[in-house]
């Protein structure tokens, strides 16, 4: 895991379960959007004191960037562990008998697996970190052209 010059934490392809964490940590929006809301939307009462449109405006763009972001480094790893896998059978056609590149290429394979998983996790954690902040914020903000669960 690495992070850009802009923050942004970029993921490793290499390695599975650095993957992973890393997709954790880029997760925290999602896993804390109940907590973010609480904090950035006041209560009725409160209301006034706080321009709640831009708060919701706010972390929607916050939302769509990391959804953005954490979408394109996990299809960016899919692409490379994809080119690993053909490159692998590639070798693996030239000389079958190598049991080496049979271990590579089945533990290629198996990442990718894993990783083509996590495009389905995405979209789950994505409707659902939708779903709480459409409930929160659908008086206060619209998204632009963007239907919401």
């Known amino acids: 895991m690495a992070a850009s010059?802009?923050?942004?934490?970029?993921?490793?392809?290499?390695?599975?379960?650095?993957?992973?964490?890393?997709?954790?940590?880029?997760?925290?929006?999602?896993?804390s959007i109940v907590c973010a809301l609480n904090t950035t939307i006041p209560t009725n009462s409160f209301a006034s004191k706080v321009d709640v449109k831009q708060q919701c405006k706010h972390l929607y763009e916050k939302m769509m960037n990391a959804?953005?972001?954490?979408?394109?480094?996990?299809?960016?790893?899919?692409?490379?562990?994809?080119?690993?896998?053909?490159?692998?059978?590639?070798?693996?056609?030239?000389?079958i008998d190598d049991i080496e590149v049979l271990k590579k290429?089945?533990?290629?394979?198996?990442?990718?697996?894993?990783?083509?998983n996590e495009l389905g996790v995405e979209e789950v954690v994505r409707d659902r970190t939708q779903?709480?902040?459409?409930?929160?914020?659908?008086t206060a903000y619209k998204p632009p052209n963007r239907p919401i669960v």
């Open 5 to 31: 010059t802009n923050g942004e934490i970029n993921l490793t392809c290499e390695d599975f379960l650095e993957f992973q964490e890393a997709l954790k940590k880029m997760r925290t929006l999602d896993d």
């Open 67 to 95: 959804f953005q972001h954490r979408e394109s480094e996990v299809k960016r790893c899919v692409a490379v562990v994809s080119d690993n896998v053909a490159r692998l059978k590639e070798e693996r056609s030239k000389d």
């Open 105 to 116: 290429l089945r533990k290629e394979q198996t990442k990718l697996r894993l990783m083509q």
């Open 131 to 138: 779903k709480v902040f459409y409930e929160r914020c659908r």
